[in-house]
């Protein structure tokens, strides 16, 4: 039988520390991406980054979104972006996470050329232990390496390195 704290605190005892229990999570499950993301997606397998453009406003997003989120108009014109961009916003984690990459690691916002928004993803090849390499990331250059065996998933990109 487990002791709330609650009843500890009522009887003038020392509150008992809270209440914990493991508990294990293992899902595997499918979503539909729907049209605009399983076109996105499909487009990863031919080591493309499609992204949708709007006609009214430009506005082009990567991923792309199904409808302009400046202006509401339907974004119906595809277009495939270059694999390379620049880091407009980047954090080096030091913690990592059950099922996650070993830290430190890095994810970045990069605005590829042409995209009018940021696509958050893996940024690797650069030595995060060093405090120094990571100052200067804000506008570094990077291009996207494909993974050997793409799927339609966003892992297609495997991480963004950087140019030069
Ligand atoms: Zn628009």
Same mark, same amino acid.
């Given at each position: 039988m487990t002791t709330l704290p609650t009843e500890r605190v009522r009887d003038g005892s020392e509150p008992a520390p809270p209440v914990t229990e493991t508990v294990h999570w293992d899902l595997t499950y499918d979503i539909h991406l729907g049209a605009t993301w399983g076109r996105f997606m499909a487009g990863l397998i031919d080591q493309k980054i499609l992204a949708t453009s709007c006609a009214v406003c430009g506005r082009v997003s990567v991923p792309p979104q $199904?409808?302009?989120? *400046?202006?509401?108009e339907p974004t119906d014109d595809w277009i495939e972006l270059p694999t390379e961009g620049v880091v407009e916003a980047y954090t080096v984690a030091q913690l990592g996470f059950t !099922? !996650?990459?070993?830290?430190p690691y890095a994810i970045a916002g990069i605005r590829l050329d042409g995209a009018s928004t940021l696509l958050m993803h893996w940024l690797s !090849?650069?030595?995060? *232990? $060093? $405090?120094e390499s990571t *100052?200067?990331?804000?506008s570094r250059r990077v291009r996207a390496v494909w993974a050997?065996?793409?799927? !339609?998933?966003?892992?297609?990109?495997a991480h963004f390195v950087p140019v030069d």
């Open positions: $199904a409808y302009c989120e *400046s202006c509401f !099922g !996650g990459p070993k830290p !090849g650069i030595d995060l *232990s $060093a $405090a *100052s200067d990331l804000v050997p065996n793409r799927t !339609g998933h966003i892992l297609d990109i």
